[in-house]
């Protein structure tokens, strides 16, 4: 029951930092990015099939509580992952930091392909973010993702403490 409520908290954490703050401080910037990272950082971690029982529930809550109902997000966040996984499974980057980077390049192009669907692919055929929009969200995914990974991450290991303190429990 504990390691639900905490789950609980966490996502209710981060929807409220992707509404509230960079929503807000970026209203130009359509892309739910921590919910992105999110997705990539515990595909990477947990693997495809362990994530989606994290993922979904984060995409759903995130897509009732922003758009009304479920639309694009979730479909689009669940062939995120698969894709991540079987991109993670076919490389091997021995280097954590090159590994950061090339999964935040990963964010990257996942948030302009969502940004091209979403808001100019319905409108515009065939045509491209511009350079700037490109560059914004390089500058902005970055410290995103090295952020969500390392909050997920940390929560992630207290997690496994817990689960683990609980198994070691002698009545």
């Known amino acids: 029951m504990k390691v639900a409520l905490y789950h609980s908290l966490l996502f209710i954490f981060l929807l409220a930092v992707q509404i509230s703050f960079l929503d807000v401080l970026f209203p130009d910037f359509l892309v739910p990015l921590i919910i992105l990272s999110a997705v990539v950082v515990w595909t990477v971690g947990l693997g495809f099939r362990q994530a989606l029982w994290y993922l979904l529930p984060l995409l759903i809550l995130y897509e009732v509580l922003v758009v009304g109902g479920i639309h694009l997000l979730s479909i689009y966040g669940v062939l995120l992952a698969y894709g991540t996984s079987f991109l993670s499974r076919r490389m091997l ?53 090295l952020l969500t990974r390392k909050i997920l991450f940390a929560f992630q290991s207290r997690m496994d403490t817990l689960r683990s303190d609980r198994a070691l429990m002698i009545r």
């Open 93 to 145: 980057i021995e280097n954590s930091i090159l590994a950061s980077l090339f999964y935040a390049l990963g964010i990257i192009s996942s948030a302009c392909l969502y940004q091209w669907i979403t808001q100019e692919g319905f409108h515009k055929a065939w045509s491209a973010p511009s350079f700037t929009s490109i560059l914004f969200q390089i500058l902005i995914a970055i410290p995103v993702f």
